[in-house]
């Protein structure tokens, strides 16, 4: 294990820019997150690499240079409050903990939940709140957001989590109607309707219903 030292982290930032993360709060705010605290087990040595990894309940975290892609296409102002649906390892909401002033998460498995929150602890990261719920209707309590991110591909960008973005606001979720062909698609509210704006080919794990089992 090399740890998160300097020549690891200069080796990250690299390949983060190398596949077209160039945005600079969005590249600073993943230098100071360690991803090896967010993967665990065997692969923990292969946490700095740009490929997706499996945790627990057979879920993936995402691959980085997608995070970053993902992270600055939201383009998170510091006083956002930001919903993310798909908690899975919560390296994307520690991210985003850096960038916004609320980050509210939620994972449909408790276990995930509960591990993401031991590290978000760990790391002192208290303006990220994180729970267990069916993502696709979003958190109406909290509601309005002014940025909501989906890591879990839907069919369609979700009716409720639309209807929960801030005019002005921004919402970037994956749609595909099989696992093979996804878009990753940027959703910008204005006054009257939503603008729909394609940003490239991705693949995630699927948007389901319901809480898991775990
Ligand atoms: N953002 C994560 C990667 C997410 S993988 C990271 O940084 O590691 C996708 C996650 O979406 C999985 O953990 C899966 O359980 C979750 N998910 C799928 N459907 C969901 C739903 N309806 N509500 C909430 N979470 C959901």
Known sequence: MS???????????????????????????????????FVRGLFAERAYEDMPLPISC?????????VGLMTQALDVQPRDKVLEVGTGSGYQAAVLA???????????????????????????LGNITAFAADGSFGLPDQAPFDRILVTAAAEDPPGPL?????????????????????????????????????????????????????
């Open 98 to 124: 850096q960038l916004a002033r609320r980050v509210y998460t939620v994972d449909r498995y408790k276990r995930l939940v509960r591990e993401a929150q031991a590290v978000f602890d760990q790391l002192d």
């Open 58 to 66: 057979g879920q993936t975290i995402s691959q980085p240079s997608v």
């Open 162 to 214: 639309l209807a929960q973005l801030r005019v002005g606001g921004i919402m970037v979720v994956p749609v595909g109607q099989s696992d093979a062909v996804q878009s990753l698609i940027k959703v910008t509210r204005l006054e009257s309707g939503f603008d729909y704006h394609e940003l490239r080919p991705v693949r995630f794990v699927p948007l389901l219903e319901g809480l898991g089992q775990e």
């Open 3 to 37: 740890g998160y030292d300097a020549e690891t982290k200069m080796a990250y930032l690299y390949a983060l820019r190398s596949k077209g993360v160039t945005d600079s709060r969005t590249l600073t705010a993943m230098e100071r997150v360690d991803r090896g605290l």
